[in-house]
């Protein structure tokens, strides 16, 4: 896969960076790790500038980010409701589950959504609870803005510095991200057994 990625920067620089990380956005299996540690290496070889580059991803994926936070918010936290009585046993979800949620990113929607987008696999997903439960446009907007370059950056920053090696990058996050993914099956298994001992019309 990095192989394009190293082609299409090379060819359109700034843009391509800005493009490639808007796709990552909308499609999670096109990963980041690959293409901002390409544009690292990039900037390491004098044909990009680091800040620019870093801007760039951040912009791209800042579009991915505000489109699947407009398309949950148009969804809205009240529509949701019919979908959780109907499916909430399978989903481990409830609606005081949904309604605390809710209270939650009221109160700490701008440290969650700040965290959510450092973290491999959860990042990719944080926009659409954000949008779903209401969070203001303008805090999803600054918390996932600097969240996203404190990523970029990382990311970008590994490949100045590994260059030819960048792929070790991938050699780290892969685990975490499998770490992670393990870890919410378990919850949700763990859950879904927890409510079925419990009854479906308990919370």
Do not use: C
Not at 27 to 32: A, E, R, Y
């Amino acid at each position: 896969m990095s192989d394009w990625v190293v082609r299409l920067i090379e060819q359109s620089g700034y843009l391509g960076v800005g493009f490639l990380m808007f796709l990552e956005t909308l499609f999670p299996p096109i990963p980041s790790e690959v293409i901002m540690t390409v544009a690292g290496v990039a900037t390491a070889q004098g044909k990009m500038d680091f800040t620019l580059t870093v801007a760039a991803g951040t912009a791209g994926a800042m579009l991915g980010n505000i489109f699947w936070y407009l398309v949950a918010r148009a969804l809205g936290h009240d529509r949701l409701r019919p979908f959780v009585d109907r499916y909430g046993t399978w989903l481990t979800v409830s609606w005081a589950d949904v309604e605390r949620a809710h209270r939650w990113f009221e109160r700490y929607g701008v440290t969650i959504v700040l965290v959510g987008r450092v973290m491999p696999t959860i990042r990719s997903l944080i926009s659409v609870p954000a949008g779903l439960l209401d969070m203001r446009f303008r805090n999803f907007v600054m918390a996932s803005t600097i969240g996203t370059a404190v990523w970029t950056a990382l990311l970008a920053g590994a490949g100045y510095k590994l260059q030819e090696n960048f792929e070790d990058v991938g050699r780290v996050i892969g685990p975490i991200s499998n770490v992670i993914i393990g870890m919410l099956v378990l919850i949700y298994i763990g859950r879904l057994f927890s409510r079925r001992r419990r009854g479906p019309g308990e919370s």
